[in-house]
């Protein structure tokens, strides 16, 4: 694997969440020095002054090449690659202000998973959206089954990017590449981008699933079956059905449905184990995802009318306070069917 890197690639990383952290700390470690843009004060003089971001990722040291910074404008300007990880209801904010600074030749990866609630639009959409001018070969997308805690670990660890254009794919597969983090290129941003944002909710209703303490076979059922929505989803958007069976479809989903480091996982547990949404999203520094793009998903599958009962029932419980113990219910007694619909 040829890993070199190029001494004058200048990159800026917008996002210290914890996967914000993570990458910008993985290219940091490959050598590059970068500027992190940083909303929250005391996470900036964290990194800054003892090279570690306590609120997302204790414990762990950050490679000294990360520059941590309040200042948006400074961090895109005059780069030739900017990597966005801020949750999906902030893109479309902190995108309309990166707009301004950020360079004609600037390539933009986003790493951020989530379909906006409004608009229905992927994290590429919306940046498509903001950044107008932005052309297809200046833009990607990155995904797959990749916890930052296990990524700064230097687990192996693999992902795909995504591009229409080739060419900027396998540029940003080579930028990010390491011996323990592999990049698979890939041209089907769509694909790519419904697997990472639709598992969360399906990592949600898995949670659940486990808090009620159904058992493995549940929960197996629950994931299989919440493949097919993602599917069906995305073969009425234009994806390619092997994204969906791959890195960013099935790897992701079976990563966020079973690991314990999963926060959408985490908050379905608790909701099955009786507890409230608003007292669980209290306690939460960190964003579950799932717990937005569930209503995403609710309308943007009744828009383009395609069945998503898992999704249905999700929505219900995160939005109306349904039982979830009704919601099982009714998904398992639902007209039985034929399988491969």
Same mark, same amino acid.
């Given at each position: ?74 961090? +895109? ?47 590429? %959409? ?48 080579? +930028? ?24 969360? +909710? ?8 486990? %808090? ?130």
């Amino acid at each position: 694997m040829n890993t070199d890197i190029d001494q004058d690639l200048k990159i800026g990383v917008v996002g210290a969440g914890s996967w914000g952290t993570a990458l910008a700390n993985l290219l940091g470690c490959k050598g590059y020095p970068l500027d992190l843009w940083v909303f929250e004060p005391d996470v900036c003089r964290q990194i800054a002054k003892q090279h570690e971001n306590k609120v997302y990722l204790p414990g762990i040291t950050l490679s000294p090449n990360l520059r941590p910074t309040n200042d948006l404008e400074a961090v +895109v300007s005059g780069k030739d690659l900017v990597l966005v990880v801020v949750p999906s209801h902030v893109m479309r904010e902190t995108t309309q202000r990166m707009a301004q600074a950020i360079g004609s030749e600037t390539m933009v990866v986003s790493a951020s998973k989530g379909i906006e609630n409004k608009t229905h639009l992927t994290m590429s %959409g919306v940046i498509r959206e903001t950044l107008t001018g932005l052309g297809d070969d200046r833009l990607a997308v990155i995904s797959g089954p990749s916890f930052a805690r296990e990524v700064v670990r230097k687990a192996p660890t693999v992902v795909t990017v995504a591009s229409r254009s080739l060419a900027t794919a396998e540029k940003v597969q080579h +930028v990010f590449a390491t011996p323990y983090f592999r990049v698979y290129s890939n041209q089907d941003m769509m694909g790519v981008e419904l697997g990472g944002a639709v598992k969360n +909710v399906i990592a949600i209703a898995a949670g659940v699933i486990d %808090g009620l303490g159904l058992g493995l076979n549940t929960r197996a059922a629950l994931i299989t079956r919440g493949l097919v929505e993602i599917q069906r989803l995305g073969k009425r958007l234009g994806a390619d059905q092997r994204t969906l069976a791959g890195i960013a479809g099935v790897g992701d989903l079976i990563l966020t449905c079973t690991g314990d480091l999963s926060r959408n996982h985490t908050v379905g547990k608790k909701i099955g184990e009786g507890l409230k949404l608003d007292d669980i999203l209290s306690e939460m520094r960190m964003v579950a995802e799932g717990v937005k793009t569930a209503k995403s998903v609710y309308n943007l599958s009744r828009k383009v009318d395609v069945e998503m009962p898992i999704c249905r029932e999700m929505y219900r419980i995160l939005y109306e306070e349904a039982s979830p113990q009704e919601a099982v219910y009714r998904l398992m007694t639902r007209d039985l069917k034929y399988e491969l619909e």
